[in-house]
C-alpha cells in the first residue's frame, strides 16, 4: 500500500504536513520548522518513515 504526505508552504518560514489515516481522514499539522529540509525530516520522523521510504507497518510512503 502507497500511502501519500503532503508539505505545505504556509509563507514566512512556517510548514504544515497533511497526510491520510489509516481510516482515510486527512489530518493536517504545524511542523517545528523553518526550512522545507527540515520540515521534511520532520515529517519523516513523525511519520516513522525510514530511508526505504517506508513505515513500520511496512507500508511505502510518498512525501512532497
Known amino acids: 500500500m502507497t500511502k501519500w504526505a503532503i508539505i505545505l508552504d504556509e509563507g514566512e ?4 504536513l497533511e497526510y491520510e489515516d489509516t481510516l482515510g481522514r486527512k489530518n493536517r499539522m ?6 522545507y529540509e527540515r520540515a521534511l525530516r520532520e515529517a519523516r ?3 516513522g518513515i525510514d530511508q ?9 510512503w510518498v512525501v512532497e
Do not use: I, V
Open 13 to 16: 518560514d512556517q510548514y504544515s
Open 30 to 35: 504545524r511542523l517545528d520548522a523553518q526550512t
Open 45 to 47: 520522523s513523525y511519520l
Open 52 to 60: 526505504n521510504e517506508r513505515d513500520e507497518a511496512g507500508d511505502q
